[in-house]
């Protein structure tokens, strides 16, 4: 079975602080990795995607890659309260096809 | 406006009763999905399609069927609904089939099954 998982949390940091967000997943030949932000009663929206190790940069968020360790997070710098909301992980599979298999999501909670 | 659109976006219904959730996107992707959500399991895929008469499933494909006649449209049926199917369900839409691209959710529908 292939796995996304990340902590449920709630995530509560202060405003202006730099949230942490954590992925992992079992599948190695996950291709593509995504983060999407969901608010409450709302449909999900793309936040980062990356497809190779590293850092990248996209204003306050940055998204890691380590393929080695089968590890994605997602940094939010100055965490705002309007980033609260719940933070899906999501990673693209080929099998015969391409599934998206996503994570339980993490809440965030932004403190004014 | 480039949209995912569903409907109905509530549904109340009693097991047994064949429903059908539409979907229907104007972006001319070729990559549709739908997927239902749950607490605390996040989203699931239940089919995709990869593009017209293309269909194939996903992790939770039971008691479901999807069919792909047009580009634009992928309709989600239930044919016999049960109450394990009380969910939020949506639909997704992207460009290509790669596996890379982003993908633009719907707005939702709340299914009950009494």
């Known amino acids: 079975q292939k796995e996304v998982e990340q902590n449920s949390g709630p995530l509560s940091v202060p405003e202006g602080a730099i949230a942490s967000l954590n992925c992992t997943y079992s599948d190695r030949g996950s291709q593509s990795f995504f983060w999407y932000r969901q608010y409450s009663g709302k449909s999900p929206e793309l936040i980062m995607s990356?497809?190779s190790n590293g850092d990248k940069e996209d204003g306050r968020f940055t998204a890691q890659l380590n393929k080695a360790s089968q590890y994605v997070s997602l940094l939010i710098r100055d965490s705002q309260p309007s980033d609260s909301a719940t933070y899906l992980c999501a990673v693209t599979v080929w099998g015969g096809g391409f599934k998206t298999i996503f994570g339980a999501g993490t809440r965030l909670f932004v403190k004014a | 406006e480039a949209q995912v659109t569903q409907n109905p976006r509530y549904l109340i219904t009693v097991t047994g009763k064949k429903l059908t959730v539409t979907c229907s996107q104007n972006m001319n992707h070729e990559y549709m999905s739908w997927y239902r959500q749950d607490p605390g399991l996040g989203l699931r895929q239940i089919y995709y399609?990869?593009?017209?008469?293309?269909?194939d499933k996903g992790d939770v494909p039971e008691g479901y069927k999807v069919s792909r006649k047009e580009k634009r449209n992928f309709p989600l049926i239930l044919e016999s609904p049960s109450p394990n199917q009380t969910s939020l369900y949506f639909c997704?839409?992207?460009?290509?089939?790669?596996?890379?691209?982003?993908?633009?959710f719907g707005p939702g529908t709340r299914l009950l099954v009494l």
């Open positions: 997704a839409s992207s460009f290509g089939v790669a596996g890379g691209q982003t993908q633009y």
């Open positions: 399609s990869m593009n017209v008469e293309v269909t």
């Open positions: 990356i497809y």
